[in-house]
């Protein structure tokens, strides 16, 4: 069954250090989102993706955040200086089209810790 | 304010009882689909199911049923017969006509007892 794959599953970074979580959509998938959890919180939208420019994002999605499709297959979520308060578990996810009908698969998640 | 609305923040049954998560959501659009994930403890988040906002027929699929009610703005989750296996995060979404995200819900942390 295919499914979304995000590299690393856990990510150690120092504050003020730049990061880069990879995901892999599955592939004839059209929309990309990031999402982010904080420990014990609620998921998070950050950011939707689609032909190749940002459709939608959410005011936690800041100067300090940039996404990427690079080669048609991955899809990255750039934070550029990471603060303390970044550290959570950041989800990528896909949908075959546009439309509130279907669901998102979500990857496994890339737990992001900011020391 | 908050789209989507899970009060119940912990719960805890024995193995083989029935359980309700409960979801209230707000939307102005008429058209729309609410959803249900879970996430269990390796932090994943699984698709359950999918429900819009012109079908109020309730369903059950294995263990699993839902009672969406229009006039109450609530879409509750019903587990029947639990299992350890189904403790996790359950978490309830809304997608809206107007945009593409998904609101989630706050969560609802299930733990079923052997």
Redo the contacts between chains.
């Keep these: 069954e295919p499914e979304v794959t995000q590299t690393p599953s856990h990510q150690v970074t120092q504050m003020g250090q730049e990061v880069i979580l990879r995901c892999v959509p599955i592939s004839n998938h059209l929309?990309f989102?990031w999402?982010r959890q904080i420990l014990g919180?609620?998921?998070?939208?950050l950011v939707?993706f689609y032909n190749n420019e940002i459709?939608?994002k959410?005011e936690i999605f800041d100067d300090q955040f940039s996404v990427e499709r690079p080669d048609g297959s991955n899809f990255t979520l750039k934070i550029r200086s990471t603060k303390l308060e970044d550290s959570a578990?950041y989800?990528c996810?896909s949908?075959p089209r546009?439309?509130?009908?279907t669901?998102?698969?979500?990857?496994?998640?890339t737990?992001l810790t900011v020391v | 304010a908050q789209k989507v609305t899970q009060a119940q923040t912990e719960i805890s049954v024995v193995e083989k009882e029935d359980v309700t998560l409960d979801c209230v959501y707000e939307t102005r659009d008429t058209?729309?689909?609410l959803?249900w994930?879970k996430q269990p403890p390796?932090?994943?988040?699984?698709?359950l199911i999918?429900r819009?906002s012109f079908d109020e027929q309730n369903e059950i699929s294995g263990r699993y049923s839902w009672n969406f009610q229009k006039s109450t703005s609530s879409f509750n989750f019903t587990i029947t017969a639990s299992q350890v296996v189904d403790s996790a995060v359950y978490?309830c979404?809304l997608?809206?006509?107007t945009?593409?995200?998904?609101?989630?819900?706050?969560?609802t942390s299930l733990t079923v007892i052997p």
């Excluded at chain 1, 919180?41 to 939208?45: L, Y």
């Design positions: 929309y989102y999402y919180q609620k998921v998070e939208f939707s459709s939608e959410s578990m989800f996810a949908r546009q439309g509130m009908s669901e998102a698969f979500f990857g496994q998640g737990r | 058209t729309y689909y959803f994930y390796s932090g994943e988040l699984v698709f999918r819009n978490f979404a997608s809206e006509n945009g593409n995200q998904f609101y989630f819900g706050t969560g």
